[in-house]
């Protein structure tokens, strides 16, 4: 059974930095392709990380730069470290597998000053 627990959002101001955590259980993070997604109020939800099982990783243009998402196999977790954190950035932000419908209940980041 698929589980996702994000976690790490707040509020920061412009230019600040978070790490977002997201724990995985019922499967190996390692295994599957996984991806950051983020949705700000009135928006679709678009994909802004992804990570591939060898290790690749792709940034919408938006983020490019910014945000850097990585693993920890030990720990089964997926990070998404996000600096210079801009306004445009505020949204809820989850996390997701590659094959799989399940979506965790997200953390909310807010930039703002």
């Known amino acids: 059974q698929v589980q996702l627990v994000e976690s790490g959002g707040g509020l920061v101001q412009p230019g600040g930095s978070l790490r977002l955590s997201c724990a995985a259980s019922?499967?190996?993070?390692?295994?599957?392709?996984m991806f950051w997604y983020r949705q700000a109020p009135g928006k679709e939800r678009e994909a802004v990380a992804d990570i591939t099982t060898s290790g690749n990783t792709i940034y919408a243009d938006s983020v490019k730069g910014r945000f850097t998402i990585s693993r920890d196999n030990v720990k089964n977790t997926v990070y998404l470290q996000m600096n210079n954190l801009k306004p445009e950035d505020t949204a809820v932000y989850y996390c997701k597998r590659y094959g799989s419908s399940y979506w965790g209940q997200g953390t909310q980041v807010t930039v703002s000053s």
């Open positions: 019922g499967f190996t993070v390692n295994r599957y392709r």
